[in-house]
C-alpha cells in the first residue's frame, strides 16, 4: 500500500497516468501565487475596479523594506561565528507587519521574501488588520546549546531595533522557534521600551507571559476546520476519510491530533524530517506523539504501525493528504501519483507551480496556504489586541472565535469560486487583493 516514493514514481512514468499527464506546462488555467493570480484575475477582467492597475498590483506585490543582518554569535566555547538574519516588512497597508520568524539552515532572503508576501495576503483574507513581513535566521537551532540560541534570539531583537514594536512589526513562531525564543524577543524588546505595552511585541508567547492558551494549537486547530467544513460543503462525512501528514512538528502534530480525535477521521500515514509511520486502519496521534519524543525521534521501532520510507507519505493510500512541513513538498511527481481528492496546505507554499497545476487538472481540491494555515496568524491577533488591552478571554471563548473566523473566510472563498467560476487559490487572492487594494487605494495611494 506504501511504497517508496521513488519505486511510485517510476511505476507512474511506465502508467497511462502519464498518457493523461504529459510533460505539464503552465497552461495558465491555474494561478500559484499572488502574482500569477492576480495576472489571471486581470485576463478574466474579475476586479471590476479599474484603479487596480498593473501600477498598483506591482506596487502591492513590492516588499517595502528588507532587513539583512549579521549577528556575531559568540559560541560555548568562545568562537565567534557570524549568522545571516533577515526581515523581509512586504506591506502594511491595513496595519502593522506580521509574520513569524524561521530558524533554519536554508533561509536566504528570497524565501523570506516570498513568506512575507503570503502573510499580507492571509492577514487580508482573514480580515485581521495587520500587514505582512517574515523573518529568518539561517542556522540550525539543534547545533546551538540553550545559552547559545537565547544570546542569539537577543541580539536578533537588539539589531532589529526599532523596526520591531507593537505598532510596527509583530513576530510570531515558525519553523523551530517556539514559546521561549518568543519569550526572549519579548525581554530584550522590553528592556529598551518599558512604556509602550512591550508584551504587544511579540505573540506566541507563554501564557505565563501574556500569550494566549490556544495559541499554540491555532495553527493545526484552523487546519482541522478547514477539513471540517470542506466536508460539510461537498456533503461528506468526515469519520470516513483517511488523512496523511507531512511534518509533525507544531502544525502537523495539532491537525492530526485534532482531526483524528475531535473530528474521527483516520490518520494513516505520519512522517517527519526523520522517517514515517503508516497504519491504514488508523495511528492513535498522542502514542506516536509519545513516542517522538520519548524513544526515537525518527519513529523508528514503533510497533502500531510499519514504518516507510519518508517521502512515501506524500504518495500513499489517502483521500486527504497535509502537507505540514516545508515549502515545495508536492512537487509535480507527487501530484500525478497522490490518490488525495483534497490537499489542504497546513506548510506555506508546500505545492509547486506544476504540481499545482495538475492537482486542478486532477480535480482535487486545494485549500490554499493563506486559508489553510491561517489559524496562528488569527489567535496571534486575539494575543496582541488582549495585550494591549491588558484583558484576557479564556480558552473556549478564543477557540470560538477562532472558528468563527476560519468557517466565514472559507465560505468566503467558495462563494467566490462559484460565482467567478474560479479555482480555490485564485479566489482567496482574489478576495484578499481586494481588500489590500481597497485599503490601499482609501489612504491615496
Ligand atoms: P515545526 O518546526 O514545529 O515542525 C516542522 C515539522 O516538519 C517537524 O516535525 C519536522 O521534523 C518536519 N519536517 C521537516 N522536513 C521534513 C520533511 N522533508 N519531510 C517530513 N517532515 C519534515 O514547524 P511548524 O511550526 O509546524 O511549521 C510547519 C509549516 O507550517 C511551515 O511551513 C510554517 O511556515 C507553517 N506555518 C506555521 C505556523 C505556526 O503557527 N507554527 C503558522 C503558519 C504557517
Same mark, same amino acid.
Request: aromatic share 8%.
Given at each position: 500500500?506504501?511504497?517508496?516514493?521513488?519505486?511510485?514514481?517510476?511505476?507512474?512514468?511506465?502508467?497511462?497516468?502519464?498518457?493523461?499527464?504529459?510533460?505539464?506546462?503552465?497552461?495558465?488555467?491555474?494561478?500559484?501565487?499572488?502574482?500569477?493570480?492576480?495576472?489571471?484575475?486581470?485576463?478574466?477582467?474579475?476586479?471590476?475596479?479599474?484603479?487596480?492597475?498593473?501600477?498598483?498590483?506591482?506596487?502591492?506585490?513590492?516588499?517595502?523594506?528588507?532587513?539583512?543582518?549579521?549577528?556575531?554569535?559568540?559560541?560555548?566555547?568562545?568562537?565567534?561565528?557570524?549568522?545571516?538574519?533577515?526581515?523581509?516588512?512586504?506591506?502594511?497597508?491595513?496595519?502593522?507587519?506580521?509574520?513569524?520568524?524561521?530558524?533554519?539552515?536554508?533561509?536566504?532572503?528570497?524565501?523570506?521574501?516570498?513568506?512575507?508576501?503570503?502573510?499580507?495576503?492571509?492577514?487580508?483574507?482573514?480580515?485581521?488588520?495587520?500587514?505582512?513581513?517574515?523573518?529568518?535566521?539561517?542556522?540550525?537551532?539543534?547545533?546551538?546549546?540553550?545559552?547559545?540560541?537565547?544570546?542569539?534570539?537577543?541580539?536578533?531583537?537588539?539589531?532589529?531595533?526599532?523596526?520591531?514594536?507593537?505598532? !510596527?512589526?509583530?513576530?510570531?513562531? +515558525? #519553523?523551530?522557534?517556539?514559546?521561549?525564543?518568543?519569550?526572549? /524577543?519579548?525581554? *530584550?524588546? &522590553?528592556?529598551?521600551?518599558?512604556?509602550?505595552?512591550?508584551?504587544?511585541?511579540?505573540?506566541?508567547?507563554?501564557?505565563?507571559?501574556?500569550?494566549?492558551?490556544?495559541?499554540?494549537?491555532?495553527?493545526?486547530?484552523?487546519?482541522?476546520?478547514?477539513?471540517?467544513?470542506?466536508?460539510?460543503?461537498?456533503?461528506?462525512?468526515?469519520?470516513?476519510?483517511?488523512?496523511?501528514?507531512?511534518?509533525?512538528?507544531?502544525?502537523?502534530?495539532?491537525?492530526?491530533?485534532?482531526?483524528?480525535?475531535?473530528?474521527?477521521?483516520?490518520?494513516?500515514?505520519?512522517?517527519?524530517?526523520?522517517?514515517?509511520?503508516?497504519?491504514?486502519?488508523?495511528?492513535?496521534?498522542?502514542?506516536?506523539?509519545?513516542?517522538?519524543?520519548?524513544?526515537?525521534?525518527?519513529?523508528?521501532?514503533?510497533?502500531?504501525?510499519?514504518?516507510?520510507?519518508?517521502?512515501? !507519505?506524500?504518495?500513499?493510500?489517502? +483521500? #486527504?493528504?497535509?502537507?505540514?512541513?516545508?515549502?515545495?513538498? /508536492?512537487?509535480? *511527481?507527487? &501530484?500525478?501519483?497522490?490518490?488525495?481528492?483534497?490537499?489542504?496546505?497546513?506548510?506555506?507554499?508546500?505545492?509547486?507551480?506544476?504540481?499545482?497545476?495538475?492537482?486542478?487538472?486532477?480535480?482535487?481540491?486545494?485549500?490554499?496556504?493563506?486559508?489553510?494555515?491561517?489559524?496562528?496568524?488569527?489567535?496571534?491577533?486575539?494575543?496582541?489586541?488582549?495585550?494591549?488591552?491588558?484583558?484576557?478571554?479564556?480558552?473556549?471563548?478564543?477557540?470560538?472565535?477562532?472558528?468563527?473566523?476560519?468557517?466565514?473566510?472559507?465560505?468566503?472563498?467558495?462563494?467566490?469560486?462559484?460565482?467567478?467560476?474560479?479555482?480555490?487559490?485564485?479566489?482567496?487572492?482574489?478576495?484578499?487583493?481586494?481588500?489590500?487594494?481597497?485599503?490601499?487605494?482609501?489612504?491615496?495611494?
Amino acid at each position: 500500500m506504501v511504497k517508496n516514493i521513488n519505486e511510485s514514481i517510476e511505476s507512474v512514468s511506465k502508467s497511462t497516468l502519464n498518457e493523461d499527464f504529459p510533460e505539464h506546462t503552465l497552461n495558465g488555467k491555474t494561478c500559484y501565487n499572488a502574482e500569477s493570480c492576480f495576472a489571471l484575475n486581470r485576463k478574466h477582467g474579475l476586479h471590476t475596479n479599474e484603479k487596480i492597475d498593473d501600477t498598483l498590483l506591482s506596487y502591492l506585490n513590492t516588499c517595502k523594506r528588507e532587513i539583512t543582518m549579521e549577528i556575531p554569535l559568540r559560541k560555548d566555547d568562545g568562537t565567534l561565528l557570524p549568522v545571516k538574519a533577515y526581515r523581509v516588512q512586504h506591506n502594511n497597508t491595513r496595519g502593522p507587519f506580521k509574520g513569524g520568524i524561521r530558524y533554519h539552515q536554508n533561509v536566504d532572503l528570497a524565501e523570506v521574501r516570498a513568506m512575507a508576501n503570503l502573510m499580507t495576503w492571509k492577514t487580508a483574507l482573514v480580515d485581521i488588520p495587520f500587514g505582512g513581513a517574515k523573518g529568518g535566521v539561517a542556522i540550525d537551532p539543534k547545533t546551538l546549546s540553550e545559552h547559545e540560541l537565547r544570546r542569539l534570539t537577543k541580539a536578533l531583537v537588539s539589531h532589529l531595533g526599532d523596526n520591531i514594536g507593537p505598532h !510596527i512589526d509583530i513576530p510570531a513562531p +515558525d #519553523v523551530n522557534t517556539n514559546q521561549q525564543v518568543m519569550a526572549w /524577543i519579548f525581554d *530584550e524588546y &522590553a528592556k529598551s521600551h518599558q512604556s509602550t505595552s512591550p508584551l504587544a511585541v511579540v505573540t506566541g508567547k507563554p501564557v505565563e507571559l501574556g500569550g494566549c492558551s490556544a495559541r499554540e494549537e491555532a495553527t493545526g486547530r484552523g487546519v482541522a476546520i478547514m477539513l471540517r467544513e470542506h466536508c460539510r460543503y461537498r456533503n461528506k462525512d468526515v469519520r470516513n476519510l483517511k488523512v496523511a501528514v507531512q511534518g509533525f512538528g507544531n502544525v502537523g502534530y495539532y491537525a492530526a491530533k485534532i482531526i483524528h480525535e475531535e473530528l474521527g477521521a483516520t490518520i494513516v500515514g505520519v512522517s517527519n524530517a526523520m522517517g514515517a509511520v503508516y497504519n491504514g486502519s488508523g495511528i492513535d496521534i498522542e502514542d506516536l506523539k509519545l513516542y517522538e519524543s520519548k524513544v526515537s525521534d525518527s519513529f523508528k521501532g514503533y510497533s502500531r504501525a510499519t514504518e516507510v520510507p519518508r517521502d512515501s !507519505i506524500l504518495v500513499c493510500d489517502c +483521500d #486527504v493528504l497535509i502537507p505540514a512541513a516545508l515549502a515545495h513538498a /508536492i512537487t509535480k *511527481e507527487v &501530484a500525478l501519483i497522490t490518490p488525495a481528492t483534497l490537499v489542504i496546505e497546513a506548510a506555506n507554499a508546500p505545492t509547486t507551480a506544476e504540481a499545482n497545476e495538475i492537482l486542478f487538472e486532477k480535480g482535487v481540491f486545494i485549500v490554499p496556504s493563506i486559508l489553510a494555515n491561517a489559524g496562528g496568524v488569527i489567535v496571534s491577533y486575539f494575543e496582541w489586541t488582549q495585550n494591549l488591552q491588558q484583558y484576557y478571554w479564556e480558552h473556549e471563548r478564543l477557540v470560538a472565535e477562532l472558528d468563527k473566523r476560519m468557517v466565514k473566510a472559507f465560505n468566503e472563498v467558495v462563494t467566490v469560486m462559484e460565482e467567478k467560476k474560479i479555482g480555490s487559490r485564485q479566489a482567496a487572492y482574489y478576495i484578499a487583493l481586494e481588500k489590500v487594494a481597497a485599503a490601499a487605494l482609501l489612504r491615496g495611494f
